[in-house]
């Protein structure tokens, strides 16, 4: 079935222009000579009707908490000596070079022995079940954070391209209590805070956390298969189904804006893979676009008449999307030196709230290094309805050239 046009086709010479633009860099801006391409609203003559959609998803996409809960070896890697010794030797090698963290790559940061397994498991991110553990992946204390940053970006590398993760262009992110307001959900990130994090996706393939510093208490996470959570809808809610399916909701962009873009992005929530023409028997697969807060931090928008309010059914959707990851959702704690990988092409991942040890307790406050990984289609990566799907730093956040940095605390 073709797509919906729900638009009219996308300008070949917009689309020209917007692909020229992220391959126009400057390499002293952009250490490894890639730009983070950042949001876009989808090529909505790309996108399928619900009709097009399958009525029920079966493989290895489709899990239930109860198949891992009590299998940790069937998603728990732990590093054997001689890995953490290769990763030792190629992070001091890196750091002897002088390059900035930003300027990592798979060439200069050679890991041989461990080029197989990771390349397995980016497989097993992108087309199984869509989340590892490494356990005790990084002697955090032993290292301390800087050689620590740089061997987690060397692992990342191998994964996927890091890109951008907000308007400040931090390609190494993180985790920890700014002391912001949680409540100013037109401003603020959530992950900036102590609050929960509702099940949501981030903007690239596969999200990366190294844990260097637990809270008190909380802080935990939680992974669920959109898949089945995706025929429970089929089977309970198709109405549901189908309202997520179409383009009309609004995500906010938080004012991480280059110019001339829109304040928000207007898309659907589920999608259909564009077709491969290379490979005509490709079944394409169900790819989820969601996170709750972007959807309700609108209403500046909205009572200004730019925009529709969410409706009585959106907000319904929304909080049944919730509650079906709630039930279906497999549970993890990070400790120190753990490292998480989640894909969110087809899972979706939440955070309990927390709490830091007090101020005065000496012990140090929550904190986990964030990589937001890209994997372009042509290695890869999900076919998605973007002009970027094929960029190697597709999605992420950029703001106009502002540069990619890697710093060691949040801000």
């Not at 999900?382 to 970027?388: K, N, T």
């Amino acid at each position: 079935m073709a797509p919906i046009a729900v638009e009219t086709r996308s300008s070949p010479d917009l689309l020209q222009s917007l692909k020229s633009r992220v391959k126009t860099i400057d390499p002293v801006v952009f250490p490894d000579s890639l730009k983070t391409s950042g949001q876009h609203p989808p090529l909505y003559d790309q996108i399928y009707p619900y009709s097009a959609f399958p009525k029920h998803i079966e493989g290895p996409t489709v899990w239930r908490p109860e198949d891992y809960a009590n299998n940790p070896e069937r998603w728990v890697h732990q590093f054997s000596a001689a890995e953490i010794e290769e990763i030792s030797r190629a992070a001091d090698n890196f750091i002897s070079s002088s390059l900035p963290i930003t300027g990592i790559t798979k060439a200069n940061f050679p890991l041989p022995s461990l080029e197989n397994h990771l390349a397995a498991m980016r497989r097993e991110l992108l087309n199984g079940k869509g989340f590892m553990l490494f356990k005790k992946g990084i002697p955090v204390h032993e290292w301390g954070n800087f050689k620590s940053a740089v061997a987690y970006f060397g692992l990342g590398v191998h994964i996927g391209y890091p890109i951008s993760q907000n308007r400040n262009g931090h390609i190494l992110g993180h985790v920890q209590n700014l002391y912001v307001d949680s409540t100013k959900i037109d401003t603020v990130r959530i992950y900036k805070t102590t609050a929960r994090q509702a099940f949501h996706a981030d903007e690239c393939d596969i999200v990366g956390l190294l844990c260097l510093a637990r809270a008190q208490a909380g802080g935990e996470s939680d992974v669920a298969s959109i898949h089945h959570v995706w025929n429970i809808l089929q089977a309970e809610r198709p109405d549901i189904a189908e309202l997520l399916t179409q383009p009309i909701w609004y995500f906010d962009r938080k004012g991480e804006i280059s110019a001339g873009e829109e304040p928000y992005i207007r898309g659907a929530v589920f999608y259909l893979e564009t077709p491969d023409s290379s490979n005509p028997t490709h079944t394409p697969r169900v790819y989820c676009k969601w996170d709750p807060y972007y959807i309700r931090s609108l209403q500046r928008f909205s009572d200004a008449g730019i925009i529709p309010p969410l409706s009585a059914a959106q907000e319904e959707a929304a909080n049944v999307l919730e509650m079906l990851c709630e039930r279906v959702k497999l549970h993890m704690v990070l400790e120190v030196g753990d490292i998480q990988f989640v894909a969110n092409s087809h899972t979706l991942h939440a955070r309990t709230a927390y709490t830091d040890y007090p101020q005065d307790s000496g012990m140090p406050r929550r904190h986990l290094m964030r990589l937001w990984l890209s994997v372009p289609q042509s290695e890869g990566g999900w076919r998605l309805p973007y002009w970027d799907a094929d960029e190697k730093k597709r999605g992420g956040i950029q703001v106009d050239d502002t540069a990619p940095v890697a710093r060691l605390e949040g801000d």
